[in-house]
């Protein structure tokens, strides 16, 4: 079955760094798009950051120059690192596949990980 599992999750003082993980399986990792969001208490998911099966990027307004998503295909993984971390990126982190292909879409999240910004 399909699964993504992040990692890399925890405390962070603000301007500080921390890179989040998502190793993918059960999944032709190099043909999906690969995303973060992330979802604050009592708020929306949104979008952080994704990056396409051809490496193209795009960015969530509130992170861009802050955050860099990437990917190793070899390795199924895609990673997102954060920098000048700020208190109100304090959510759980969420990666995301997904495809369409022949008219279908093919869409799988991981269970999250907790990033807390604080002093």
């Known amino acids: 079955q399909v699964q993504l599992v992040e990692s890399g999750g925890g405390l962070v003082q603000p301007g500080g760094s921390l890179r989040l993980d998502c190793a993918a399986s059960g999944i032709t990792f190099s043909s999906y798009a690969m995303g973060w969001y992330r979802q604050a208490p009592e708020k929306q998911r949104e979008l952080v950051g994704v990056?396409?099966?051809?490496?193209?990027?795009n960015y969530g307004d509130s992170v861009k120059g802050r955050f860099t998503i990437s990917r190793d295909n070899a390795k199924n993984t895609v990673y997102l690192q954060m920098n000048s971390l700020k208190p109100e990126d304090t959510a759980v982190y969420y990666c995301n596949a997904n495809k369409i292909r022949w008219g279908r879409e093919f869409n799988y999240w991981g269970q999250g990980t907790q990033v807390t910004v604080s002093s």
């Open positions: 990056i396409t099966s051809g490496g193209s990027t």
